[in-house]
């Protein structure tokens, strides 16, 4: 994993990139990262025609300015600030290459610039940053308290980049000194082959996991309706543990999942998950190889 040193989080004063900053005052000491706040405004919105740029500059570096005593008393990291004008989608993606960011954590359906879609999508910002980014980007969507990862929920299925993710998690499982719980769901309880073979996985996952001194356990879940009960029987299982503070989920897949990824059944996930998501692509895993 390359080295950076910056946590992004993009803010617009708004409630839930406001909750966002605050898990970032959690989030930062443990990755040992510097926070960076970034506010966003487009060339159209209502203070263009009120006020010049430099005006529009000046009033929210007011605000930023009000919030940074305080971020860095509760982070105890060094903390920045930085407006941009522009997509808001896009500009945190050049911000994230700027300041050399290691994560991107981003609060969801936080901005009224933001364009909602139905009950089961996230704002046309907060994808167009999931999807365009070359880093994870950590999504937070609920409000729950905690110190931000003891338990690590890293769902699988039976394709090379899915297990690649693992060692993400190790990593940021090492640096909370949180545990990791595997899952897989078996949608079609016919099929005897893949079921023997995702319970295999999950035993070899496990034992690779444990083997970096990180307790882990395994569990396969079964969904009755087919492939279209997966994500919610993925949240049900996440809200009856209840112990679970991240979800990792791969953008891009070879096969099984390619609709549960990339189409809304991923935004899904995002949006109703009360528990934060990491999400990463194969891109940003490179050559590692793990071997089982």
């Given amino acids: 994993m390359q080295n950076t040193n910056t946590l992004l989080v993009p803010i617009d004063f708004n409630e839930q990139s406001m909750f966002a900053m605050e898990r970032s005052y959690v989030v930062a000491p443990f990755l040992k990262l510097d926070i960076v706040l970034l506010y966003v405004y487009e060339d159209n919105g209502i203070n263009a025609s009120l006020m010049s740029e430099d005006e529009v500059n000046s009033k929210i570096q007011k605000k930023l300015d009000s919030i940074v005593t305080e971020a860095k008393k509760r982070s105890g990291m060094n903390v920045t600030t930085i407006i941009k004008k522009g997509k808001v989608y896009r500009q945190i993606i050049l911000t994230a290459k700027e300041v050399n960011a290691r994560f991107i954590l981003l609060g969801t359906n936080n901005s009224s610039e933001e364009i909602r879609m139905d009950k089961n999508t996230i704002g046309s910002n907060t994808l167009k940053v999931i999807r365009q980014s070359k880093i994870p980007v950590i999504t937070i969507n609920g409000k729950k308290i905690s ?35 595997v899952v897989s769901v078996l949608w079609s309880k016919k099929d005897k082959d893949i079921k023997d073979e995702l319970l295999q996985q999950l035993d070899q996952v496990r034992w690779f996991i444990e083997e970096q001194n990180i307790k882990c356990t395994s569990e396969l879940l079964e969904a009755e309706g087919g492939e279209r009960m997966l994500v919610p029987r993925l949240l049900k299982y996440i809200d009856k543990k ?12 070879e096969n099984k999942l390619v609709e549960f990824f990339l189409g809304s059944a991923a935004q ?15 891109e940003q895993i490179g050559n590692e190889q793990l071997i089982f």
Avoid at 268 to 282: E, H, Q
Wanted: proline share 3%; aromatic share 4%; no cysteine.
């Fill in 268 to 282: 899904s996930i995002i949006r109703l998950s009360k528990t934060a998501v990491m999400t990463i692509t194969p």
């Fill in 147 to 181: 110190r931000f990862v003891h338990n690590i929920l890293l769902p699988l299925d039976l394709t090379k980049e899915t297990r690649q993710k693992v060692t993400y998690a190790i990593d940021i499982a090492k640096s909370f000194g949180a545990r990791i719980t």
């Fill in 242 to 253: 209840e112990d679970i503070d991240l979800v990792m989920i791969m953008t891009q897949q």
